[in-house]
């Protein structure tokens, strides 16, 4: 089945200690993406990824850090979050075929910073 | 900042009755995507539009793009309890893979 996989579902930690969101798709899509969404806030893009090696800023990235080893994987860092950082996190890829800009998303991480 | 506007915020029905979502903008976008998105998953495409005044049907539901390519809109026929949900709009620039602006969605609780 074509999915979107991130780990944890469910997070809760303190400010500072370091976390990593995981994601990997089995599409073998080429782009990769992170997204946070918050109340009144919509989606808002943190990092994108075109293809292995090749990571981008998106609209909100203060705060995070992202890498793209391998074309499956694009973990999401998080070195010493703080409380603003709480949010639903998803992930999401796509092809860059003539099936671009259509995303499928995971099913979101929602993390707690305490 | 391109943005894009969806209206209404909220939308409370009752079973039966019809909806009009809006999706506006001041940018041209070269496709429009709607997703509707449940408590606890990720939004799900539901249909992308890419032609000025283009308009495609699922089911009870039916999309428009604008004819310039700002705007869209997504009309429900006689709502029903499982149509619950947020629904998104994304613009997507020509040449700019994936970078897809997110509208704040407009979440719909139909009653039955």
């Known amino acids: 089945e074509a999915q979107v996989t991130q780990n944890p579902r469910y997070l809760i930690t303190v400010t500072g200690k370091k976390l990593t969101v995981t994601c990997s798709q089995n599409?073998?899509?080429?782009?990769m993406s992170w997204y946070r969404q918050d109340p009144g806030l919509g989606l808002r893009q943190i990092y994108y990824s075109m293809n292995v090696e090749v990571t981008d800023k998106g609209d909100v990235p203060e705060g995070y850090k992202v890498s793209r080893k391998e074309k499956r994987n694009f973990p999401l860092i998080l070195e010493s979050p703080s409380p603003n950082q709480t949010s639903l996190y998803f992930c999401?890829?796509?092809?860059?075929?003539?099936?671009?800009?259509?995303?499928?998303f995971g099913a979101g991480t929602r993390l707690s910073v305490l | 900042t391109q943005l894009l506007e969806q209206s209404p915020q909220f939308l409370s029905i009752q079973e039966g009755e019809n909806l009009t979502v809006y999706c506006n903008s001041s940018?041209?976008?070269?496709?429009l995507q709607w997703y509707r998105q449940e408590p606890g998953e990720g939004p799900v495409l539901l249909v992308t539009?890419?032609?000025?005044?283009e308009v495609k049907k699922l089911k009870r539901l039916t999309f428009q793009f604008g004819d310039a390519r700002k705007d869209s809109s997504l009309h429900i026929t006689a709502a029903q309890p499982g149509d619950t949900g947020l629904y998104l709009c994304?613009?997507?620039?020509?040449?700019?893979?994936?970078?897809?602006?997110f509208g704040k969605g407009t979440k719909l609780s139909v009653k039955p």
């Open positions: 599409m073998n899509h080429e782009y």
């Open positions: 999401a890829s796509s092809s860059t075929g003539t099936e671009k800009n259509i995303q499928y």
């Open positions: 994304a613009g997507a620039h020509g040449g700019s893979q994936g970078n897809l602006i």
């Open positions: 539009v890419v032609t000025g005044g």
């Open positions: 940018s041209v976008f070269s496709s």
